[in-house]
């Protein structure tokens, strides 16, 4: 047989020496030891593959995409049968997956189908898995989804931490590179497809940003502690403290104003440029309301708003109901054109964004805001156009091009699985609907969705509850829900942070008077309670990492 190695650490080097011992011919390895990453891993008593393969005058290759031109020049001459990886940090795409005559085989350290994607060894010990493995599975265009050649299980004890269970599974993977080699050598294999229906996938990112969820059981605490203890890596970091800057915990509530109508050509129609006088009469009413009441708030801007608004009525004069020189005022991302990111049952008529598209919509954002806003504003938050049950969960591309565009957290989490006006406060888990992480880190800020578009009259979702209906109605309805909330605090001992979704246009019709502000302060001040914006709640989340 003809092989290529493609690989890193420590188990690069043992499936080279199952390789050179079956006496196979090898042709050439890749290799990513030239990393500054790498230098760790060999401070840790892990070989160099380069250094190996050099030693018995084998190719080395490095600072390889292998993807690339030179990559499939090099394979392809080489004339090869198979092709082995190993801890590669590049996904392998066509036409190098159909270079080798047999195809490319990987070995990933998990029990597939559980645990496709990025960390697979710490993400089973977080999930209270009693068992994980390695895998040896033909290289497809997916993640992790080829069929299986072979693969080995290894037990998870009580005991095991980060570190320990790399080294187990690191040694089951000696062991199958052996069987894999001589089954391949007789022809004695054969390929099983991976069940989709027990598949598991874990993004890139580290998980939960490393950081504990101060909701969870003490047992998933102690999992996630010994899933990070592999010194001299980081290990879990602890949940932000209980109280904000020290204090004792209260409830405070966050002011978000979603700012995406009239836009586009309805803006500039006979109707629409009605609507816009009356938003930006609106957007000062609100400005002028908060700023005499000291209160911080959140804008979140659809950049095709912000540019009608902006040809209507003048940049400086829409610069100027955003900004505050008495207030903390926090600009973010609502984007583009308002599509929405996820399926929404409520709204067949709406289509999500592809992941490559909401790419596009925030880089627009990010051009208009610089635009018109000026800089400052390229990392900050998004909220979601409508929101969703259990917010981005399983919309994993989505949350990767969130997260590596630099959306600092994001708000998507505005509804429960009825989608009612009234989402509880309480997931079906029975915990707090408070900030949380996705599975590569991105903060989650959940918030109470829409309902100021039923109170002004606006909304075009069916509704299928009662509603408040005159303004008297709902100071009531805010005032039941900031005492839940406050109920939590005491119960919990620890802040609570309320997001509420609200629309400048809409708050025109329900606050014809101007008293809704200063109502919802004095609600709040009975209970102690404070306003924040949902940056300065992301910056205490993140505190933890300092």
């Known amino acids: 047989m003809r092989y290529f190695l493609i690989g890193s650490k420590e188990l690069s080097c043992l499936i080279l020496d199952r390789l050179l011992e079956a006496g196979e011919e090898v042709l050439g390895v890749f290799t990513r030891d030239h990393e500054p990453g790498m230098k760790v891993w060999h401070e840790l008593g892990h070989r160099s593959l380069a250094s190996y393969a050099r030693k018995h005058n084998i190719p080395v290759y490095e600072n390889i995409n292998v993807n690339s031109n030179e990559a499939r020049k090099i394979l392809t001459e080489a004339n090869l049968d198979i092709i082995l990886s190993c801890f590669w940090s590049q996904m392998f795409r066509e036409p190098t997956l159909n270079i080798p005559k047999l195809g490319i085989y990987n070995f990933h350290t998990a029990y597939l189908p559980k645990n496709r994607g990025s960390r697979p060894i710490p993400w089973a010990l977080i999930k209270g898995e009693s068992q994980t493995g390695i895998t040896v599975h033909r290289m497809m265009t997916g993640v992790d989804n080829g069929p299986v050649l072979a693969q080995k299980k290894v037990a998870i004890t009580a005991e095991d931490t980060g570190k320990t269970l790399y080294e187990k599974v690191t040694q089951a ?292 509850e009662e509603h408040p209906k005159s303004f008297e109605e709902i100071i009531v309805y805010f005032e039941q829900l900031f005492n839940d909330a406050q109920k939590i605090v005491q119960s919990n001992k620890r802040d609570f942070f309320l997001g509420l979704t609200l629309h400048p246009l809409d708050n025109s019709y329900y606050n014809e008077n101007r008293q809704f502000f200063p109502a919802i302060k004095n609600l709040l001040q009975k209970l102690e309670g404070d306003f924040l914006t949902y940056g300065e709640v992301c910056d205490h989340y993140n505190s933890t990492y300092d």
């Open 173 to 464: 993977g000696g062991e199958l590179a052996k069987q894999v080699i001589a089954e391949l050598a007789s022809n004695a294999f054969k390929l099983t497809l991976q069940d989709e229906d027990q598949a598991t996938y874990q993004p890139r990112g580290e998980p939960y940003g490393r950081q504990i969820n101060p909701y969870w059981s003490d047992d998933e605490k102690d999992r996630f502690r010994r899933a990070f203890d592999f010194p001299p890596f980081s290990s879990a970091l602890d949940a932000p403290n209980p109280a904000l800057n020290g204090k004792k915990p209260r409830l405070y509530v966050l002011l978000g104003f979603d700012c995406d109508r009239p836009r586009g050509i309805y803006a500039f129609s006979e109707e629409g440029q009605k609507v816009a006088r009356r938003k930006f009469n609106s957007l000062n009413a609100v400005k002028e309301d908060l700023d005499q009441l000291g209160i911080d708030r959140s804008y979140f801007i659809s950049g095709q708003f912000l540019e009608s608004m902006t040809t209507l009525f003048g940049r400086e004069e829409m610069i100027s109901v955003f900004i505050s020189a008495k207030c903390n005022v926090e600009l973010g991302d609502h984007t583009y054109h308002h599509d929405i990111l996820k399926p929404l049952p409520t709204r067949p008529d709406k289509i999500a964004l592809t992941a490559q598209q909401l790419k596009k919509e925030i880089r627009l954002n990010t051009q208009t805001f610089e635009k018109i806003l000026g800089d400052g504003i390229k990392s900050r938050g998004l909220r979601s156009p409508l929101g969703y049950f259990e917010g981005m969960k399983g919309q994993y591309k989505s949350i990767d091009v969130m997260k590596r565009e630099g959306m600092r957290y994001i708000s998507t989490d505005l509804r429960d699985e009825n989608h009612s006006l009234h989402p509880k406060l309480f997931d079906n888990s029975g915990k707090p609907r408070q900030p949380y992480r996705y599975e590569n880190g991105l903060l989650e800020i959940p918030a109470i969705g829409w309902q100021d578009t039923v109170f002004s009259g606006l909304s075009t979702t069916p509704l299928f």
